[in-house]
Antibody
């Protein structure tokens, strides 16, 4: 069974950094695009970024581009999200998710989600 | 792309039919996915490619639509169906979610 387990969430102050990790198991991690998605009660679900199977391509939403960096280690079946210069509005539950879809189309979705890790940014 | 889900809250009784709407601000994709989320749980994929049920999803769940208008229908509500539902699209190299419809017991 495919599983994703996030870790690294914490309470930090504005301007600080945090690194989230996502450990994958039960599937061939290196064959999939992977994403980070966050959720707040106010804004709902927000996709943040994803990364190609070999790490050669990364896409980010405007709100985190330049502050967040996505990476992966296929040998360790792990996905990472380095978050710098954190803001109060980054407070959320952060999920990693597996991208699935049809190449060169807009038919893409998330079929496996982690349980989430909480990030709180407050002074 | 902005996805607008309606209604925000839907109050129905078990056994009734639920119709949830997801409207896109532009026709960037002919596809939508639907997710169910219960309190304290992770989102669960229900429907992808607008109308294909994910593995293990009961037949009472169905999806339809194309262009800018998409619908998730639950034919006869079971007690476990009362939850939060999100739609999602991919277009212009990014994913977008609707704000959610809360399906509550009347």
């Amino acid at each position: 069974e495919a599983q994703l387990v996030e870790s690294g969430g914490a309470l930090v102050q504005p301007g600080e950094s945090l690194r989230l990790s996502c450990a994958a198991s039960g599937f061939t991690f290196g064959k999939y695009w992977m994403s980070w998605v966050r959720q707040t009660p106010e804004k709902g679900l927000e996709w943040l970024a994803d990364i190609r199977q070999d790490g050669s391509e990364k896409l980010y939403v405007d709100s985190v581009r330049g502050r967040f960096t996505l990476s992966r280690d296929n040998a360790k079946n792990s996905l990472y999200l380095q978050m710098d210069n954190l803001r109060v509005e980054d407070t959320a539950v952060y999920f990693c998710a597996r991208d699935v879809g049809i190449s060169k189309t807009t038919n893409w979705w998330f079929d496996v989600w982690g349980q989430g890790t909480m990030v709180a940014v407050s002074s | 792309i902005v996805l607008t889900q309606s209604p925000g809250t839907l109050s129905l009784s078990p056994g009734e039919r639920a119709t949830l709407s997801c409207r896109a601000s532009q026709s960037a994709s002919n596809y939508v996915a639907w997710y169910q989320q219960k309190p304290g749980q992770t989102p669960r994929l229900l429907i992808y490619a607008s109308s294909t049920r994910a593995t293990g999803v009961p037949g009472r769940f169905s999806g339809s639509g194309s262009g800018t208008d998409f619908t998730l229908t639950i034919s006869r509500l079971e007690p476990e169906d009362f939850a939060l539902y999100f739609c999602q699209q991919y277009g212009n190299s990014l994913y977008t979610f609707g704000q959610g419809t809360k399906l509550e017991i009347k």
